[in-house]
């Protein structure tokens, strides 16, 4: 079955930086989108980042756009995003996403979620 394990959250202070990690298994990771969600307390989870299965194209949320870089390695199933410039406000637990369409149906599978938390 499909697992992902995310690694790499931490607490760091204000314009800090840390490199997240996803690493994949039970799919063929070359063909997949990879996303990275956050979600803060009390809020719902959002999409931060995702990347096509070649790497060739990338989207960001508005908020992260010049902070954050995703990439990919198919060679090692692994999806990165490295937050740099980080801010109190990207404190979330964030989680490593792929989706499989099936006769029209969308199945998202999701890690067990990394913590970062910004803070002085």
């Known amino acids: 079955q499909v697992q992902l394990v995310e690694s790499g959250g931490g607490l760091v202070q204000p314009g800090e930086s840390l490199r997240l990690s996803c690493a994949a298994s039970g799919l063929t990771f070359s063909s997949y989108t990879m996303s990275w969600y956050r979600q803060a307390p009390g809020k719902e989870r959002e999409l931060v980042a995702d990347?096509?299965?070649?790497?060739?194209?990338?989207n960001y949320v508005d908020s992260v756009k010049g902070r954050f870089t995703i990439s990919r390695d198919n060679a090692k199933n692994t999806v990165y995003l490295q937050m740099n410039s980080l801010k109190p406000e990207d404190t979330a637990v964030y989680y490593c996403n792929v989706y499989r369409t099936w006769l029209g149906s969308r199945f998202d599978y999701w890690g067990q979620g990394t913590q970062v938390t910004v803070s002085s």
């Open positions: 990347i096509t299965s070649a790497g060739r194209i990338t």
